[in-house]
């Protein structure tokens, strides 16, 4: 069973910083993206970064420069380093891992909670 847990979230003032963390586990499929979205209040989940497997990273323009994703070695854990904070990065940030064994599946963590203060 496919498990994403996230931590790192919280209350951080804005210009601040905070790492995200997803730990992922039971994953027996071929990874093709890990990756970081987020959903604010009255707004759809968007996407903030991805790692393919194999490609380059991508970010969503109003966070490039600011954030950084990377995984570990051994690619169970994916980060999102989160630095000068903005109000407008406040959101539910969720990890997601997709990948191919037979057919595509597509996975989600619980979710955790980032608040910037203005």
């Known amino acids: 069973q496919v498990q994403l847990v996230e931590s790192g979230g919280g209350l951080v003032q804005a210009g601040g910083s905070l790492r995200l963390s997803c730990e992922a586990s039971?994953?027996?499929?071929?990874?093709?993206?890990m990756g970081w979205y987020r959903q604010a209040p009255g707004k759809q989940r968007e996407l903030v970064a991805v790692?393919?497997?194999?490609?380059?990273?991508r970010y969503a323009d109003s966070v490039k420069g600011r954030f950084t994703i990377s995984t570990d070695n051994a690619k169970s854990t994916v980060y999102l380093q989160m630095n000068s904070l903005k109000a407008e990065d406040t959101g539910v940030y969720y990890c997601?891992?997709?990948?191919?064994?037979?057919?595509?599946?597509?996975?989600w963590g619980q979710g955790t909670q980032v608040t910037v203060s203005s």
């Open positions: 039971g994953i027996m499929f071929t990874i093709l993206h």
């Open positions: 790692i393919p497997t194999g490609g380059s990273t």
């Open positions: 997601n891992v997709d990948g191919v064994r037979g057919t595509w599946r597509n996975y």
